[in-house]
């Protein structure tokens, strides 16, 4: 697997310069090209090196990748488990309500007076429930896993804290500099038109 990063990494470095001279080669040729090596293609690229990786859903990976931590610590098996503690059980009940109390807020202000969640014509489509649902699933998450933690006695201090949130964000850092990449080479790509030359 690591020498796979390795190539990928390799390919990915050596892709932008070649879509750079490309894209100055076929300018040459057709107007519908817009070449990177141009003032206003230099002029672009460094404007948009943070735009073309934040085009990207990043908020939604991290979040992704610090549920993941927090469902990897939270361990289910346990819950099932014969041999398992009165405290970790009592802590699984209490993350367990943490779950229907989230449940519970955002039904109440979905399809309740005032209907907060709902869109101006009172109904679902285009509303702020169907575009909050990835946020109220990481916040379920986030309020369940950490009051199971926190009441089971494995989360108590702040560095027990970064722990528990950062494990999955540590083993799939090396993930974050070939999405960085790839934005770039998307973004490139875009920009000069060149695929339609090709």
Not at 49 to 70: M, V
Not at 154 to 161: P, R
Request: hydrophobic fraction near 55%; proline fraction near 5%.
């Amino acid at each position: 697997m690591h020498k796979f990063q390795k190539y990928l990494l390799i390919v990915e470095l050596l892709l932008l310069p070649v879509i750079a001279i490309l894209s100055w080669i076929f300018s040459l040729y057709t107007p519908m090209i817009r070449s990177l090596l141009h003032p206003n293609g230099i002029r672009w690229i460094a404007t948009h090196i943070i735009r073309n990786f934040t085009s990207l859903p990043i908020g939604e990976i991290i979040l992704c990748l610090i549920a993941l931590s927090l469902l990897s610590a939270l361990n289910p098996r346990t819950l099932f488990d014969r041999k398992a503690t009165q405290k970790e059980k009592r802590a699984y009940l209490f993350a367990f309500l943490m779950l229907l109390m989230n449940i519970l807020v955002v039904v109440l202000f979905t399809f309740f007076p005032p209907y907060v969640l709902l869109n101006f014509l009172g109904t679902l489509s285009d509303s702020p429930f169907i575009d909050g649902i990835p946020a109220f699933i990481f916040i379920a998450i986030e309020s369940t896993c950490c009051t199971y933690a926190y009441t089971s006695g494995k989360m108590t201090t702040i560095q027990d804290f970064a722990q528990v949130h950062s494990s999955m964000l540590i083993k799939f850092s090396p993930f974050f500099i070939h999405l960085f990449l790839i934005a770039q080479i998307i973004g490139w790509v875009k920009f000069s038109n060149i695929m339609a030359y090709l």
